[in-house]
């Protein structure tokens, strides 16, 4: 702790946080053994419960929002939201915590159990341990004990979970969004506590654009293809036409956005999937193709772009080549599909929260916080596009590096500190002067 911490409300505030780390790491346990697994979004209902009944206790006066009719949403997997908000004792901002309640799929190669929430050598593991459980509870530890040190506060406090940001979101927080509740009017600051380390304070995220290409041929006698006319030899055009114009392109362009890593600071593009002729074969099917010259083959693109790079120029990149590929190649005809958009968000770092988290990033980690961005999109979209809401940043514990990825973990130290880092945030925006 630096020594800038005199105010003697803020070293109690500081030694409340130090005292609770059992009930942090039991939190955040609890939370990673309800598997929230998205898809198909399970457990949502009972998440929100343990988090109602938890956050009741500390004063907090809890909402259960189903986001009805949102993709995915059904008797079986309904989407359910959780919102909880404290009054202070006076008019004064409020102050937001949104966490994500879903987790993505386990996958393979792990070491540990992926819901049993072992701690082990300081570190928490389990799916959703860091992405973002850890966060979340970091949160709730870090408003329980600001709460308890000043009652007297101004404002108000609001802590959400929210259903289905590793599906985009529209389940949770742009439902939420839509219905109001991240309106300027309303919320004045919000911290998405995603795991982004605990002394970087993230600004805001590339845009994407996802789209279905598909190129198109004449079936014939594969011993014959002359007589037909291939699809997938039209699609290996276009992405002969990504190799040489479309790569060394984007990898060209770099933003201001200070996107870590360093690889995401250019534009990028993922082709996602590949798929032409018959269907895949299973696995151990000992059933032999028919010999046929595949007349249909699609590809998914995952564009991410810049904070610089309008959409419309982005969608028109890639249409331009392929309308060449129509103008040069014969027989080339194609279609193209978008699936699905987002724009950038970036928050100014003079904005209110961003100073405030790293002026409290400085003080408990005793070095400057480095401002970033975020390569993927995460639900500050929805804040800022639908809520229009600006003053938004992601900071909370873990590595992001671990998101997603086997052995899943996060560090206690680590939601300690960015705990402590919480709470003094709210005591430089709520607490009485
Ligand atoms: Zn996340």
New binding site residues.
């Given amino acids: 702790m630096d020594q800038s911490v005199a105010d003697p409300r803020l070293t109690d505030l500081t030694a409340r946080i130090a005292e609770r780390r059992d009930d942090l790491i039991a939190l955040t346990q609890d939370l990673i053994r309800i598997p929230t697994l998205n898809p198909p979004g399970e457990n949502y209902r009972e998440i929100c419960d343990y988090l109602a009944a938890r956050l009741g206790r500390a004063g907090f006066a809890v909402q259960l929002i189903r986001a009805t009719g949102t993709p995915g949403d059904c008797d079986e997997y309904p989407r359910w939201n959780v919102i909880a908000h404290r009054d202070g004792v006076r008019a004064g901002d409020c102050v937001h915590f949104n966490s994500?309640i879903d987790v993505v799929e386990v996958g393979m190669g792990w070491t540990r159990d992926p819901f049993g929430a072992e701690l082990i050598d300081g570190k928490i593991y389990g799916r959703g341990a860091c992405?973002?459980k850890g966060g979340l509870a970091a949160s709730i530890i870090a408003a329980e004990c600001f709460i308890a040190e000043f009652p007297d506060f101004a404002g108000a406090i609001e802590i959400s979970g929210t259903a289905d940001?590793?599906s985009g979101g529209f389940g949770g927080v742009a439902y939420l969004a839509e219905q109001g509740f991240f309106s300027p009017e309303k919320v004045q600051h919000v911290i998405i506590p995603?795991p982004l380390n605990k002394d970087r304070v993230c600004l805001g995220h590339r845009g994407g654009w996802w789209a279905e290409i598909q190129t198109f041929g004449e079936i014939a006698h594969g011993s014959m293809p002359f007589l037909g006319d291939c699809a997938v030899r039209h699609m290996g055009a276009v992405i002969d036409r990504f190799e040489r114009d479309l790569f060394p392109a984007m990898a060209a362009r770099r933003t201001d956005m200070p996107v870590v890593p360093e690889g995401a600071r250019s534009s990028t593009m993922n082709i996602n999937s590949i798929h032409g002729g018959q269907a895949e074969r299973p696995k151990n099917s000992t059933a032999l193709p028919s010999h046929c010259v595949p007349d249909s083959c699609r590809i998914v693109i995952d564009r991410r772009f810049l904070v610089e790079e309008p959409l419309d120029e982005v969608r028109d990149e890639v249409r331009a080549l392929l309308d060449d590929l129509v103008q040069t190649r014969p027989n080339f005809e194609y279609s193209l599909s978008e699936l699905n958009h987002v724009l950038p968000s970036m928050t100014d770092r003079d904005a209110p929260i961003a100073r405030t988290v790293a002026a409290n990033v400085a003080r408990v980690m005793g070095r400057e916080a480095e401002f970033v961005a975020s390569p993927g999109t995460?639900d500050q979209k929805h804040i800022d596009r639908i809520g229009r809401l600006k003053n938004c940043v992601a900071y909370g514990p873990g590595l992001l590096e671990l998101?997603h990825k086997p052995d899943e973990y996060v560090g206690v130290d680590d939601m300690m500190d960015s705990a402590t880092v919480m709470a003094l945030s709210l005591a430089d925006l709520l607490a009485p002067k």
């Fill in positions: 994500h992405d973002m940001e590793e995603e995460y998101a």
